[in-house]
Nanobody, 122 residues
Framework: QVQLVESGGGLVQAGGSLRLSCAASGRSFSNYALGWFRQAPGKERDFVAASWSSGSTYYADSRKGRFTISRDNAKNTVHLQMNSVRPEDTAIYYC????????????????WGQGTQVTVSS
């Protein structure tokens, strides 16, 4: 049974940092992209970042420079380091795995975690 389990969410002040983690299990993810999406109340699920096992990484333009994705292939984990967070970063952050034809489109991801809440106070 494939599972993606996120951790590390919480409440943080604007300008602070937070590190999210996702542990993937239940199959080999060597050919899969592992990524992060987020969804704020009343909004669509948006792409944040993704990483292939080769080391290639992709970011939504608005998150470049503040967020960093990293991946440990041996442990099947992916992390999202969030720096200089802003109130508009408040959302549920989801870990996803798939072989996406388009890296930033949620429907191309096969597996999803339950999400972890990130709240940024001003």
């Amino acid at each position: 049974q494939v599972q993606l389990v996120e951790s590390g969410g919480g409440l943080v002040q604007a300008g602070g940092s937070l590190r999210l983690s996702c542990a993937a299990s239940g199959r080999s993810f060597s050919n899969y992209a592992l990524g992060w999406f987020r969804q704020a109340p009343g909004k669509e699920r948006d792409f944040v970042a993704a990483s292939w096992s080769s080391g290639s990484t992709y970011y939504a333009d608005s998150r470049k420079g503040r967020f960093t994705i990293s991946r440990d292939n041996a442990k099947n984990t992916v992390h999202l380091q969030m720096n200089s967070v802003r109130p508009e970063d408040t959302a549920i952050y989801y870990c996803a795995a798939g072989i996406p034809q388009r890296i930033g489109v949620p429907r191309f991801y096969e597996y999803w975690g339950q999400g972890t809440q990130v709240t940024v106070s001003s």
